[in-house]
């Protein structure tokens, strides 16, 4: 478990983690979202001691990760490894030996070493790329590397940082598969740190709202989405983040709507599952109270634009 107790962290003047507690669970995969600035990328950096606090403590697997020094930090880092957005790899090394560089820095034996590159490599599939040099491989490929090289040492737990942020949406679901497979078969703890809602929805168990440093909102992700005006709302709609599949419309709620009563009830009439992909209370529009934008599958499509209509309710479908 990683355990945040009233964990503060400021640069100079600026207070870029306020008063943040939580508790992370072995083998989850946790999401921290939140915008950019938002404080996500120091939040993981202090869980390797990379960053360290002002105020509060950090526990995981059992220790104070601020007290510890010497040969018991490298330990604790060689078990809590990272990947990031721009893959961090070794341009003039091979792909073999950016996978073997943290085997080769522990001083494993070569006949260890090449069982140990092959097999992670055999895991995210790249074995056939071994020779090859990181700029002739593609971003998903790249990841992929990244993945190997930082599970060579068996780590416990994996820190994210954006790792999907620099790739086209189909490579992002197939790094994303790759990442949920890991932490099933071998019990990997995964903080993904993001500012994209689809990858909290595809993989995470649980997710944690930053906002402006502090952490607002804790809870399952579906709950924690299914909410309408949750803290989500806060982080303004890049509509290039909006989900991808399915058909996103934007209601427009003017004073005399109950927006909780009337998603309840379109849901309950019409029977039909669909997402808030985001929502925002106030419009300093003079007839609008609130926007939301929901998500629904294309066959369910017509039913609620029928149900909209039929409530004279504003939409706007939103173009991909
Ligand atoms: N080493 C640093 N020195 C001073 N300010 C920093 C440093 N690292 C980050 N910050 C500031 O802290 C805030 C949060 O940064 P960061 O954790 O990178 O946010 P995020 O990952 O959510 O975009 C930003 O305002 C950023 O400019
Ligand atoms: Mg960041």
């Known amino acids: 478990m990683i355990e945040f107790i009233h964990v503060s962290k400021d640069f100079g003047s ?10 992370i669970n072995d083998g989850e ?7 950019s600035g938002a404080g996500k990328s120091t939040l993981l950096r202090t869980i390797n001691g990379l960053e360290p606090i002002n105020k509060g403590k950090i526990i995981s697997d059992g220790k104070d990760v601020s007290k510890l020094k010497g040969i018991e930090l490298r330990q604790y880092r060689q078990k809590t490894a990272m990947i990031f957005q721009d893959f961090a790899l070794m341009d003039t090394l091979s792909i073999y030996k950016n996978i073997a560089l943290p085997l080769e820095c522990a001083h494993l034996p070569n006949k260890e070493i090449e069982a140990r590159v092959q097999k992670l490599a055999q895991m995210v599939q790249i074995q056939d790329k071994l020779k090859a040099k990181p700029r002739e491989l593609s971003g998903g490929q790249k990841q992929r590397v990244a993945i190997a090289r930082a599970l060579a040492l068996n780590p416990k737990v994996l820190l994210s940082d954006e790792a999907t942020s620099a790739l086209d949406p189909k490579t992002t679901q197939s790094i994303l598969a790759l990442l949920r497979e890991i932490n099933k078969t071998l019990g990997l703890t995964i903080v993904m740190v993001t500012h994209q809602m689809e990858v909290v929805k595809a993989i995470c168990d649980r997710v944690g ?7 607002v909102q804790v809870g399952k992700t579906d ?27 934007k209601l427009f709620f003017p004073k005399s709507f109950s927006t909780q009563d009337f998603i309840t009830h379109m849901a309950r009439e019409l ?13 300093f529009r003079d007839d609008v109270l609130g926007e939301l934008i929901i998500n629904v599958s294309q066959e369910n499509y017509r039913k609620v634009l029928a149900y909209l209509q039929q409530a004279k309710l504003g939409y706007e479908v939103i173009e991909k």
Not at 14 to 23: I, M, N, P, Q
Not at 271 to 280: E, K, L, V
């Open 14 to 23: 600026l207070h870029v983690l306020s008063d943040v507690s939580l508790k």
């Open 29 to 35: 995969i946790f999401g921290i979202i939140g915008q």
């Open 209 to 215: 709202v930053l906002i402006d440093g502090k952490l």
């Open 223 to 249: 709950e924690v989405f299914l909410a309408p005006y949750s803290s989500l709302s806060a982080l303004v709609p890049n509509e290039t983040l909006l989900p991808t599949t399915g058909i996103n419309i």
């Open 271 to 283: 029977d039909i599952d669909f997402s808030i992909a985001w929502g925002q209370l106030e419009r």
